[in-house]
């Protein structure tokens, strides 16, 4: 089946423009996470939104960010101000919070900031 | 804090060769354990995973290793091949959803 996919796959921006990248979850999936992943680094956590409760945006690094999640589905982060520093690849993934806590991973965002 | 670490950050094994990768982890409350395959330019993907409750699973030509005791987790692989060069992340449940990353392990399989 479907898994997760995200877009764009790559995003080229200059410094100060606000950004959008989309996540749509594998259906059915009640829990979904965005990480940040610099080069050559490990993940990041930086949200994570479970079925209708309050995400937990623990992770967020500021107040730039930001992220939503509509209909329980397709999840958009918003990075606001962008800076040089917030150039990285932006991982989402899902988790069905059912029966298995295996996360799925979409093959991200590689974000640029020039 | 929580971490999730690993011993060694690159390693290099020969084809056919038996690889071992280890991850310490400091939160002696998390219950379950993941490993996670990375190739260049794309996501992590789920290799195997164990819980608090056992202390080996084993799938195809990977196991996967609990010692509680000292914390500590390893993935072995079997007869690696080069198909299996990326970049390898333990993962640990830590409160409620959240997961925790350890750095990675860059495996080489030399031919």
């Known amino acids: 089946g479907a898994g997760v996919s995200q877009s764009p796959s790559n995003k080229v921006t200059e410094k100060g423009k606000d950004v959008e990248l989309r996540c749509d979850p594998i259906?059915?999936?009640?829990?979904l996470y965005w990480y940040r992943q610099s080069l050559g680094q490990g993940l990041e956590f930086l949200i994570y939104f479970q079925g209708n409760s309050a995400p937990d945006k623990s992770g967020l690094p500021s107040d730039r960010f930001s992220a939503e999640r509509t209909g329980g589905s397709v999840s958009t982060l918003t990075i606001q101000r962008t800076q040089q520093e917030d150039s990285a690849v932006y991982l989402c993934?899902?988790?069905?919070?059912?029966?298995?806590?295996?996360?799925?991973f979409g093959p991200g965002t590689r974000l640029t900031v020039l | 804090g929580e971490s999730v670490g690993l011993h060694l950050p690159t390693l290099s094994v020969q084809e056919g060769d038996n690889s071992i990768i280890n991850c310490a982890y400091s939160n002696s409350a998390s219950d379950y354990f993941i490993w996670y395959k990375q190739e260049s330019g794309k996501g992590p993907q789920f290799i195997i995973d164990i819980r608090s409750n056992m202390d080996k699973r084993q799938g195809q030509r990977v196991t996967v290793l609990l010692n509680k005791t000292v914390k500590h987790l390893s993935l072995q692989i079997a007869a690696t091949q080069p198909g299996d060069s990326a970049v390898y992340f333990c993962a640990e449940k830590s409160g409620g959803q959240n997961f925790v990353f350890g750095p990675g392990t860059r495996l080489s399989v030399l031919p």
């Open positions: 993934a899902s988790l069905e919070g059912r029966s298995t806590d295996t996360q799925y």
């Open positions: 259906s059915g999936h009640t829990a």
